[in-house]
């Protein structure tokens, strides 16, 4: 009889620790998967707020910051529209190099649906164009399909005089007298049209 009821309570122990075992298991499931369903909804919420970190946003971070100097917005751009170069592939991602067909492909409208800047961002206007640290608009020039000269108006927010800030693809900067060309400046001889 004693044997019989060592026998019983040790299948019982048995039985109740593979259970407890059982239930440790299921709760640490239960635990991990409620983990992963809340840091996808986290992860959906912050992309709906515009809170997730978006390339364009970092690396434009400093951009029209008092501490920067305006070169240093032009080369932030330009460092942007690279990455965006090598991420969407294609012959010609700009056809017209309109102001508002960069913003827009910053903004994820290209090719790969990629998001580079959020809508907000200091480098955009209202009308969501990509302006400068005066709040003009910038003037694009689309050398080669993976080559772009980007133009500041300057402090007197006029375009095409000699406080205008360019960079060029290559990154050199042209400012002054060699930003335009006297043959730009000059009316053209009697007779012969422009």
Not at 173 to 182: D, E, R, V, Y
Request: proline fraction near 5%; avoid cysteine.
């Amino acid at each position: 009889m004693k044997k019989k009821l060592l026998f019983t309570a040790f299948a019982l122990g048995i039985v109740l620790g593979t259970a407890a075992l059982w239930w440790h298991w299921r709760s640490v499931q239960e635990a991990s998967t409620r983990a992963i369903v809340e840091a996808g909804m986290q992860r959906q919420q912050q992309a709906a707020e515009g809170s997730s970190h978006l390339p364009g946003d970092d690396i434009l971070k400093n951009y029209a910051l008092p501490a920067t100097r305006p070169q240093e917005d032009l080369e932030a751009l330009a460092h942007t529209f690279s990455n965006l170069f090598l991420l969407v592939k294609g012959d010609a991602p700009f056809h017209m190099g309109a102001n508002e067909e960069f913003a827009a492909a910053l903004r994820g409208k290209n090719r790969a649906k990629l998001r580079f800047l959020s809508d907000g961002h200091r480098a955009l206007n209202a009308r969501s164009q990509l302006v400068d640290r005066w709040g003009t608009p910038l003037h694009f020039h689309v050398v080669a399909h993976d080559r772009v000269d980007i133009r500041s108006a300057g402090p007197d927010r006029q375009m095409w005089t000699e406080d205008d800030l360019h960079r060029q693809h290559d990154g050199t900067f042209l400012k002054g007298k060699s930003l335009n060309p006297p043959s730009l400046l000059k009316e053209p001889a009697p007779g012969r049209r422009r």
